[in-house]
């Protein structure tokens, strides 16, 4: 058991597929995870389980890698339980512009729908949502969290490349969407859209549940004072104005709501 606490998770999953079955039953999603780098071990640490359900977890993945019974645990069922939220000024910050760019990506489908129905408006409508992903959830927020947050620990946490990688590719995807928009190409652009909008909510779902409420406690008190002041600090371009993209989100989801191409939004939420 011992030498698997350190092989990465996508390892552990392909010796041992069941292991990804096991993880799902306690919200662990590391099987569908972007990269899958993360250690076995610092997986087990970052998703802080309480003790008793941690030490279940422990050997019902240590009795798949012996290959012992598994049915012999009492434990079967994982009751839900209450998702960590983080409790810092600092990590609301950037919880709170999570729910922005989380409201643009529940817009998406709309979005689709909408200007295959008015292909005047197109462009115009791309433009603007990718001038958001751009400037509000690229340089406003992702900077933060890259050139703030992350650099209080070591560059060489897996999970911190993952998040960074996620990142990059959402960078890729922002430019495929422009390149499919100034080529016409419909099927592209609806498929980098839905790309985007896929990676990005996974994405924002990692960091709220898992990595913030994490990060925030290996932080101290004055630390997350200081970086709370840091975000509070950080120079915006005279040009930028965060409200001006919040009021654009707010807008476009009235608009789409009137038009009554909101319901598939409204009903997954
Ligand atoms: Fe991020
Ligand atoms: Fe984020």
Redesign the pocket.
């Known amino acids: 058991m011992g030498m698997y606490l350190n092989l990465s998770i996508k390892e552990v999953i392909q010796k041992f597929p069941q292991i990804e079955k096991i993880l799902n039953e306690y919200e662990i999603a590391c099987g569908t995870c972007t990269m899958g780098l993360c250690l076995l071990k610092d997986i087990l640490e970052i998703h802080k389980l309480p003790p008793a359900e941690s030490k279940i977890l422990m050997e019902r993945i240590g009795r798949v890698i012996t290959k012992g019974p598994e049915e012999n645990l009492e434990e079967k069922k994982i009751l839900s339980r209450p998702r960590p939220n983080v409790c810092s000024p600092a990590m609301k910050i950037?919880v709170a512009e999570?729910n922005w760019i989380k409201k643009w990506l529940a817009l998406i489908p709309e979005v689709i729908t909408y200007i295959t129905l008015n292909p005047p408006e197109k462009r115009d409508l791309i433009l603007a949502g990718v001038d958001f992903i751009r400037n509000y959830a690229d340089k406003f927020?992702?900077a933060k969290?890259e050139e703030i947050l992350f650099k209080y620990f070591s560059p060489e946490l897996e999970i911190l490349k993952v998040m960074k990688e996620d990142h990059t590719t959402a960078r890729i995807l922002r430019q495929a969407i422009l390149d499919s928009l100034d080529q016409d190409d419909e099927h592209g652009l609806s498929t980098n859209l839905q790309a985007y909008q896929q990676l990005l909510s996974q994405h924002?779902k990692k960091?709220d549940e898992v990595l913030f409420p994490w990060l925030e406690k290996q932080l101290s008190p004055g630390q997350l004072s200081d970086l709370f002041s840091k975000f509070q600090e950080v120079e915006l371009p005279a040009d930028f104005h965060p409200q001006d993209y919040e009021n654009f989100i707010q807008n476009l989801e009235e608009k789409l709501k009137g038009l009554g191409l909101m319901a598939n939004t409204l009903k997954a939420r």
């Open positions: 950037l999570h927020h992702h969290e924002i960091e």
